[in-house]
RNA sequence: CCCGCCUUAGCUCAAUUUGGCAGAGCAUCGGACUGUAGAUCCGAGGGUUGCUGGUUCAAGUCCGGCAGGCGGGACCA
């Protein structure tokens, strides 16, 4: 791959790059380090699996891939004792795999290196040069409640700053609401005498119920492991505002989990409406919006393909 | 450490001056209406009233203790 063609796959998707040429310099090191971080979760679903599935990518790059389970920044937002988030931690590593990382990727438990003394040395070191709105507004769309704030949350983003030199990092990635962390970032580092990292960008998939975000504590997530009458089910019931693409959660999913895999998606419906339809995502976009596309022959066509992209997910993790 | 206020359904809050079957809105689930969902209309489920001891025929309500939250005061070599 030469390195046009690596920037091109790895920017696809993505909402922004900061910043593209440092990205390029990146690229051409020897292994470069790509890192994401990840709350350990009791289910793995679509919004995690755009982020992934981005690795992948970063991955196939030549990028060596290194996935934190981040136990104690869970803990620090208030998702249980670290026996529990270590218990479904290992879950999580083996969807994660399920979703197609290589063999070499490293996963990383956040508790065995966070307590070390230079570790946590440098987060006194932070604290002193963070001010506490900064490291609040980090967390805005992160912090579990936003009420009774914890000193908690504001050791969260500053051990986040900190995990990207411990594990060496090249470049991070994340959805966007890690955008403001990863810039205090950018910001801290070079002034504790280290490298800025590279920040890569993901969308965040709407919920099902067309919030804003899919969230493994609303009950409107898709999760990787979704059994095929449960994925029809949420589907089915999904917000899904006929000529709408904005913010449309069908048409996201489409476009981030079948057009990654198909050129096309083939919609199957009655002759009284139509008949079949094989679109690119282009002309699915074109189509709905012009309200030539009905919800529900969309759903049906998008249910069929997801069931199907997941099955190896599903089977993968049945396995032993 | 001291004083005051607060804690009721998943969430926000009601529950008559003076103890008498714990309610509403939102959310959830179901039905109707749409060839989806949502919106709208109709209906349903949902509770150890923070925990604990007491007074009383009867306690969300009165009294004691504890926990948590909020505010103030005091201390400050």
Do not use: W
């Amino acid at each position: 791959m030469d390195l046009n063609f690596k920037m091109e796959n790895i920017k696809r998707g993505t909402l922004e790059v900061v910043t593209e040429e440092e990205l390029k310099d990146k690229i051409k090191k020897d292994k470069p380090i790509a890192y994401i971080g990840y709350e350990p979760s009791g289910s793995v679903h679509l919004g995690h699996a755009i982020t992934v599935k981005k690795m992948i990518d970063l991955q196939n790059a030549g990028f060596k891939v290194k996935i934190l389970l981040a136990d104690f920044h869970a803990y620090l937002n208030g998702k249980g004792s670290l026996e529990e988030i270590e218990k479904i931690s290992n879950y999580n590593k083996k969807c994660f795999r399920a979703l197609g990382l290589s063999e070499d990727t490293e996963f990383i438990l956040g508790s065995s290196f966070q307590t070390l003394e230079d570790y946590t040395h440098k987060i006194y070191e932070l604290a002193l040069s963070t001010t506490l709105t900064r490291a609040k507004r980090s967390m805005a769309q992160i912090t579990r409640d936003s009420k009774d704030h914890k000193v908690a949350e504001v050791i969260y983003p500053l051990m986040q700053v900190l995990d990207m030199i411990f594990l060496n990092v090249d470049v991070a990635l994340g959805g966007m609401e890690q955008r403001k962390i990863h810039m205090l970032a950018r910001e801290s580092l070079p002034r504790m005498g280290y490298e800025a990292p590279v920040c890569l960008h993901t969308p965040l998939l709407h919920g099902t119920d067309g919030s804003d975000k899919m969230s493994s504590s609303k009950e409107n997530y898709i999760a990787i492991d979704d059994e095929p009458d449960v994925i029809r089910k949420k589907l089915q019931k999904s917000f899904c505002p006929q000529g709408q693409v904005e913010g449309n959660p069908v048409i996201e999913i489409a476009e981030h989990f079948v057009f990654t895999e198909d050129k096309t998606l083939l919609i199957e419906r009655p002759e009284k409406f139509g008949g079949n339809l094989e679109l690119n995502y282009k002309d699915l976009l074109e189509i709905y919006a012009k309200n030539e596309l009905h919800p529900l022959d969309l759903k049906n066509s998008v249910i069929k393909r997801l069931i199907e992209i997941l099955e190896p997910v599903r089977e993968y993790l049945k396995s032993d």
